[in-house]
């Protein structure tokens, strides 16, 4: 470009004086640019379990008054799967409705061509974040979102009422089924009518898929499909592994199981009405919640694994283990936002140590940082997390990487099996025969 200050060739030491006439002019435009930039309203997406929205909406106040920008903060479906509908609505309209998404683990292969690449914003802090997650949101080298927290299934139990029983906290799925059985019936006979021994998740939705992984799993029969690309799904661990579960439906467990998401079986564990709950780390704060009934009488493990009792597994294609599912939210700018930067700069302030640091000891919600898990006050707020960066390091996942966008209909066909055998319409061994099929159909010639 045509400098104003050059027309003409100019002797050595104006043409210097005009030079830095023309640097500082650039400087001066930008800081006006700057100055002038109008502050930005942006749009945020908050979960709204537990306690998710209140601290959600106080973390992105603070970077507004920083910024001087402004946040409205937007609560998608609690249910993932129909969260993910409506996003991939805006995306279909390329709406600038919602500038920071919150996204599920499960999702970047899903979503990734309407999200940001966050490298020329990050300025490396991916590098104190676990690598795992990293890795998971690192789609053909772009990063398309930052980890807020990472997530894993756990076992809650009343310590309580296993003390009244003289009983330990499972190991096996065989000891809990025992213990809950046994639980059950005392608490109903000493009038306790409405008391189940197990909650769980087993709506026909993302959270089955992964409550049925853990069961899988667990057993010794893998995750659905291996790191191959083979489907690993119809083997005897993983029929045995439904059916079990199936046998809890009606007996230990309410009925109303089959429509149940993570809110529902904490309203009824939170409510004392439950021995056992399976769940994921959120529900541990409000448990211990001042208004709370079990205030004080919860404690939390790893999920049992499938050997019975000691005894011998049946042929799987993993091992017997204790396995919790992978999980966990990270925040993404969307590519239709209209003010990118500043989005940009909101999930870089949310996703930093100190409101992951907030989060973990008010909010319960794990870490994305492991630094914070040798942190002593984080952990004198949730003992349980001392040994989940360990649980967090073998924790299952699904096959959300292997099948990119068509992981939807892989877990859609894993839920509907799942819930044909829960709801006693098939048994496992013929659910994961067909689920093999229609497996095979998703993939065709490959992932
Ligand atoms: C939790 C997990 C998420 C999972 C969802 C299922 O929010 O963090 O990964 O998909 O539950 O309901």
């Not at 089924?177 to 939705?205: C, I, L, M, P, S």
């Not at 149940?260 to 541990?284: K, S």
């Amino acid at each position: 470009m045509t400098s104003p200050f050059l027309l003409y060739p100019a002797p050595r030491g104006l043409h210097r004086l005009a030079v830095l006439a023309q640097r500082s002019l650039a400087l001066l435009a930008l800081a006006a640019a700057a100055a002038a930039a109008p502050a930005a309203t942006l749009t945020i997406a908050c979960g709204s379990s537990g306690s998710e929205l209140a601290f959600c909406k106080r973390h992105a106040d603070a970077w507004a008054r920083q910024t001087g920008h402004s946040v409205r903060t937007f609560s998608p479906p609690n249910n993932g799967t129909e969260a993910l509908a409506l996003y991939r609505q805006l995306f279909a309209a390329k709406s600038a409705d919602i500038d920071v998404l919150l996204i599920d683990v499960v999702w970047p292969g899903i979503i990734k061509d309407h999200l940001l690449d966050l490298k020329p914003y990050s300025q490396g802090v991916e590098r104190e974040h676990f690598p795992a997650l990293i890795a998971n949101n690192t789609v053909a080298g772009r990063l398309l979102g930052m980890p807020w927290y990472a997530d894993t299934g756990l076992l809650y139990y009343r310590a309580d009422l296993l003390q009244k029983y003289g009983l330990n906290p499972p190991d096996t799925w065989a000891d809990l089924t025992a213990a809950a059985t046994r639980v059950q019936a005392g608490e109903r006979a000493a009038g306790h009518a409405d008391f189940y021994g197990y909650v769980f998740q087993a709506k026909a939705y993302e959270g089955l898929s992964c409550n049925a992984l853990e069961w899988v799993a667990s057993h010794g029969g893998g995750s659905l499909i291996d790191a191959a690309g083979n489907i690993t799904i119809n083997n005897p661990a993983a029929a045995r592994a439904l059916d079990l579960a199936a046998s809890w439906v009606g007996t230990i467990s309410p009925v109303g199981v089959l429509n149940y998401g993570e809110e529902d079986a904490r309203g009824v564990f939170q409510n004392g009405r439950a021995l056992f709950m399976r769940n994921w780390p959120y529900a541990w704060a409000p448990a211990q919640a001042a208004d709370s009934l079990i205030r004080g009488k919860v404690g939390v493990v790893a999920l049992p694994q499938g050997a019975e009792g000691g005894g011998a597994a049946v042929a799987g294609v993993g091992p017997v283990s204790h396995a919790g599912t992978l999980g966990g939210w990270q925040l993404a700018v969307s590519r239709y936002s209209q003010n990118p930067a500043a989005a940009a700069s909101l999930v870089m302030h949310m996703t930093s140590a100190a409101v992951q640091k907030d989060r973990a000891i008010h909010g319960a919600f794990n870490p994305s940082r492991p630094a914070l898990y040798l942190d002593p006050e984080v952990i004198a707020a949730n003992p349980f997390m001392a040994s989940l960066a360990g649980i967090l390091g073998t924790a299952v996942a699904r096959p959300s990487g292997l099948a990119g966008i068509k992981y939807p209909a892989v877990s859609l066909a894993f839920w509907d099996a799942t819930h044909d055998v829960l709801s006693k319409k098939s048994t496992g061994e013929v659910a994961v025969r067909k689920l093999e099929g229609k497996l095979k159909l998703v993939r065709r010639e490959q992932w």
